[in-house]
C-alpha cells in the first residue's frame, strides 16, 4: 500500500472512531421524520421566510414568460457586476458570466478557486411555463366579435383557462425586422382578455362530457374587440378591420406579422399571499419560477466558491426541452466548454477528454417542481412517498412513469452526499415520488443532463393544483429552497 492511501486508511480509521463516538453522545433517532416546518422553525427563519416570498413575488410578477425571466436575470447579473462570456478571453476565480440562450434561456456563472477542469456545480430549472400561444394567422371576427385563436402550450386542463382575465405577452418581429415586445392586461389601467363559457342554465349536455372534451382545443378562443370600424356598410369583417387598425397603429404589426409572433396568452393576476396567516403563495407559473429564481439567487450569493458554480434556466421544458432554447440544445453544452476553455487559458485550449472529464465530476440538482399532497385527491398518492406542502425541499431520487419509463436514477452516493450537507446545515428536506406508481407519471430537464454524463438528482418544492392558471406553494418551503441549493453549489463536489 503507497505511503498517501496508508494515511488515507488512517485518517478513515479515525474517523469511523469519531462517529462512533458521536453516535454514542448523541440519541439517534432511526425513525425518519418529516415535520412541518411551521410547527419546528425559529421565527426568525418563518420571518425571513415571509420576506423571501415577497422579493419572489414581485420578480415573478414582471417574468410571466421565458423571455421576461430571461431579460429581468440579465439585468440582476449585470448589476452584481457579471459579464457577457463573449467578451472575455479568459476565466480566473471569481470571475463572474452569463450568456442568453436566444433569449428565452439563460445561463450564468462564477468562476471557482479550483480548476474548471475538475467540474461543475449546477442548478438546473426551466423558466417556461403552461400556457396559450397565439396561432400564426390567430384573428378572426365571428358575430360581431374578434377574437385570437390560440394553441395551448404544456399540459393543461383546458376548461381552467375559460372565464378569468388573461394578459397578451411576447414579442412579434414586424417586416421591417424591428422587434416588438407586448405587454397588454397587467397594468390596472390596461384591457384584459376572456374566453368565455356557456352558462350553467343551459349548460347540461356540456356538463355530461368529459373533462378533456367539454371545451375543446379550439374553442379556447379569446375576446379581443367589439367595435366596428366605421363605415361598416362597405367593409367586409368591419369588427375584425378595426382590431387590425387598432394593432398597426399601436405597434405598427400587420396581420401577415403574426407569423413571427412568440405571443402568449396567460392569466392577468399577481403573485398574492394565500391564507389569513399567508402561509402560502398563489400565482401563476410556480413550475418552475419557484425553483428558477431561488437557483439563481443562490448563484447571485457566489463570490470566490470552491468550484465553479453555474445556473442553467432553460426554455421549452413543458414540451420536452426541444429547440435551440430548450435543456436538449447543445447552446447549454457549449456555455460550460466556453467556460472550460477560457479557464484553461483561451478558445484554442479547448480539450475534449479534459471537457468530457469535467462533466464526470460534476454534479447538478435539476431544480423543478413536484406535486404536494392533496387530501382531496388522496387516492392518486401514496402517502408514506409523496411531499406534503410546508414539509420543505423534496429529493426526488426518481421521476418517470409506470416501471420508471423515462427517468434519470440519481446515484445513491450522490443523494448521500447531498443529505450530508443538508444535515451540516440544518436544511431539513422530505423525499417521495409523484404519485402512485401506475396513476401516471412525469419528467425534468435531470435525463439530459445525466447523459453528458454528471451527477444528477431533482430536487423542488411541492405545488398545489400544478399546471393550473393559479398554482400554490408554501413560502418557507420556497425560503428553505433557496438556503438548500446554496448549501449544494457551495458545498458539493
Ligand atoms: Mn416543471
Ligand atoms: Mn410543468
Known amino acids: 500500500m503507497p505511503a498517501n492511501n496508508k494515511s488515507a486508511a488512517k485518517a478513515a480509521a479515525k474517523a469511523s472512531k469519531a462517529s462512533k463516538s458521536e453516535k454514542k453522545n448523541k440519541k439517534i433517532d432511526p425513525k425518519a421524520e418529516f415535520p412541518n416546518l411551521y ?13 423571501f416570498a415577497e422579493d419572489y413575488k414581485t420578480f415573478i410578477d414582471i417574468s410571466k414568460t421565458e423571455r421576461e ?77 374578434v377574437y385570437f385563436k390560440t394553441h395551448y402550450y404544456g399540459g393543461i386542463k383546458k376548461y381552467q383557462w375559460t372565464t378569468i382575465p388573461l394578459a397578451l405577452h411576447g414579442t412579434i418581429y414586424t417586416s421591417d425586422g424591428n422587434a416588438r415586445d407586448i405587454i397588454i392586461g397587467e397594468k390596472d389601467t390596461d384591457p384584459v382578455f376572456y374566453i368565455t363559457d356557456l352558462l350553467p342554465h343551459l349548460g347540461r349536455e356540456q356538463m355530461k362530457g368529459n373533462a378533456e372534451d367539454f371545451i375543446p382545443a ?43 409572433g412568440e405571443l402568449e396568452i396567460v392569466p392577468a393576476t399577481r403573485a398574492r399571499d394565500l391564507g389569513l396567516d399567508r402561509a402560502y403563495i398563489a400565482a401563476y407559473g410556480h413550475d418552475d419560477k419557484c425553483c428558477a429564481y431561488p437557483a439563481l439567487m443562490a448563484l447571485l450569493a457566489q463570490d470566490k466558491p470552491k468550484r465553479t458554480c453555474v445556473a442553467f434556466l432553460t426554455d421549452k421544458e413543458e414540451i420536452g426541452s426541444y429547440s435551440n432554447s430548450g435543456a436538449q440544445s447543445v447552446l447549454y453544452e457549449n456555455f460550460l466548454m466556453e467556460l472550460l476553455a477560457k479557464n484553461l487559458g483561451g478558445i484554442d ?3 475534449m477528454l479534459v471537457y468530457r472529464k469535467a462533466l464526470e465530476n460534476t454534479k447538478m440538482l435539476s431544480t423543478d417542481v413536484t406535486t404536494g399532497f392533496d387530501p382531496k385527491y388522496a387516492n392518486v ?35 448521500a452526499d447531498i443529505t450530508k450537507i443538508f444535515a451540516d446545515n440544518s436544511i431539513p428536506w422530505q423525499t417521495g415520488e409523484l404519485g402512485k406508481i401506475d396513476a401516471g407519471g412525469g419528467g425534468t430537464i435531470s435525463c439530459y443532463m445525466a447523459k453528458m454524463g454528471m451527477d444528477v438528482v431533482d430536487m423542488g418544492i411541492p405545488v398545489w393544483s400544478m399546471h393550473a392558471p393559479v398554482e400554490v406553494i408554501s413560502k418557507i418551503d420556497l425560503y428553505f429552497l433557496y438556503l438548500a441549493y446554496k448549501a449544494f453549489v457551495e458545498q458539493i463536489g
Open 349 to 351: 485550449k479547448f480539450n
Open 39 to 51: 410547527e419546528t422553525s425559529s421565527a426568525e427563519d418563518i420571518e425571513a421566510a415571509m420576506s
Open 381 to 415: 398518492f401514496e402517502k408514506n412517498n409523496t411531499a406534503f406542502l410546508s414539509h420543505g425541499v423534496k429529493i426526488e431520487k426518481y421521476t418517470g412513469a409506470r416501471g420508471k419509463s423515462g427517468t434519470n436514477e440519481a446515484n445513491g452516493d450522490f443523494v
Open 218 to 260: 379550439e374553442d379556447l378562443t379569446v375576446v379581443i374587440g367589439g367595435i366596428p370600424a366605421k363605415g361598416k356598410d362597405k367593409i367586409k369583417e368591419p369588427y375584425k378591420a378595426a382590431i387590425l387598425k387598432y394593432l398597426y397603429d399601436e405597434y405598427g404589426i400587420v396581420e401577415k406579422d403574426f407569423v413571427s
Open 69 to 145: 425571466f430571461v431579460k429581468n436575470a440579465r439585468e440582476a447579473c449585470e448589476s452584481l457586476g457579471f459579464k457577457d462570456i463573449a467578451g472575455l478571453d479568459t476565466l480566473k476565480a471569481g470571475d463572474k458570466v452569463y450568456a442568453s440562450i436566444k433569449d428565452k434561456g439563460f445561463v450564468c456563472a462564477v468562476i471557482g478557486k479550483r480548476p474548471v477542469s475538475e467540474g461543475f456545480n449546477i442548478l438546473g430549472a426551466h423558466i417556461d411555463s403552461p400556457r396559450l400561444d397565439l396561432k400564426p394567422n390567430p384573428v378572426f371576427e365571428d358575430t360581431e366579435t
